[in-house]
């Protein structure tokens, strides 16, 4: 990364851009594209350092790129040293801000501005084993993000049992045997989620109690996770990822298929009071 280029108006990261290795930046008025650039002209011409400084920030252009939006707001935020620290960091640990040839990396994989926001955060490594002896501290995890469920559907320990809100620690240390893999999800050192994979055979793999705390919910941390476990079941050889969910729980459906996941069917079970749907995911 070359810090001398440092950032443009608009937020992209000239420090880590290899387009033109002869270009000095933006703001040192290397880019060819300066005569007909809206940021660059239009910061020049207010005397800001970048757009995160004016009023009017966002204004489209450049902004309504998921990945420079979110470069500036973090700027914003944060501050530009800050943020090519972030850049620096993720780049030695193998993010990539370009791919060869191209104008596009690893940052513009992700589809909302708080996920770019988690990766240069630093959230994105921050997924990991779950050792059997801190269960205890994961299922109170589990409890507290599915008790929001039970509640809309109004479930009780009484009328459903069964349900993921009233997992026992008991219960989910039952789960662990050959082929199941828990994970927890820490951010800044707190535990905020939980996601476990079990090996169903023949390359399939059965995801379970996907849990994100509810104080935690809209930041893109669910699909973090959900992204992280179809990595570790490309890495494990495995070609789906299973699941079965509340049937009548439409957010939450839709909100797999929007992550590609089909809806395979339902069933119904008589110690239930919902329906359980079934979808799947394949490599």
């Given at each position: 990364m070359n810090r001398e280029k440092g950032i443009a108006y608009c937020g992209l990261a000239c420090c880590a851009c290899d387009k033109n290795d002869t270009c000095a930046g933006c703001r040192n008025e290397g880019c060819t594209d300066?005569?007909?650039?809206?940021?660059?002209?239009?910061?020049?011409?207010k005397g800001l350092y970048g757009c995160w400084e004016c009023e009017e920030f966002p204004c489209g252009g450049m902004h309504d790129k998921i990945r420079v939006l979110a470069f500036a707001q973090?700027?914003?935020?944060?501050?530009?040293?800050?943020?090519?620290?972030?850049?620096e960091r993720n780049e030695n640990a193998g993010v990539v801000y370009?791919?060869?040839?191209?104008l596009v990396g690893d940052y513009d994989k992700c589809v909302t501005v708080d996920e770019v926001m988690m990766m240069l955060e630093g959230d994105q490594i921050n997924i990991k084993p779950v050792t059997a002896?801190?269960?205890?501290?994961?299922?109170?995890?589990?409890?507290?993000?599915?008790?929001?469920v039970a509640q809309d559907f109004?479930?009780?320990?009484?009328?459903?049992?069964?349900?993921?809100s009233f997992i026992t620690n008991e219960r989910l240390e039952s789960k662990i045997?050959?082929?199941?893999?828990?994970?927890?999800?820490?951010?800044d050192g707190k535990l905020i989620g939980f996601a476990s994979l079990t090996d169903m055979g023949s390359g399939a793999y059965e995801m379970n109690d996907v849990s994100i705390l509810p104080g935690y919910r809209h930041w893109g941390y669910g699909k973090v996770l959900l992204d992280f476990c179809k990595d570790k079941v490309k890495e494990l050889g495995g070609n789906k990822i299973t699941i079965g969910i509340v049937e009548e729980n439409t957010v939450l459906k839709d909100w797999y298929a929007t992550n590609e996941f089909i809806h395979k069917g339902t069933k119904q079970f008589e110690h239930l009071p919902f329906t359980v749907g079934y979808m799947e995911w394949c490599v």
């Open positions: 300066k005569e007909w650039c809206k940021h660059f002209n239009c910061c020049k011409e973090f700027i914003k935020k944060n501050g530009e040293e800050k943020m090519m620290e972030c850049l370009h791919y060869q040839g191209q002896d801190a269960l205890s501290e994961y299922a109170e995890v589990i409890r507290q993000s599915f008790t929001t109004g479930w009780t320990r009484e009328n459903c049992p069964g349900h993921t045997k050959d082929g199941y893999y828990p994970f927890g999800y820490f951010t």
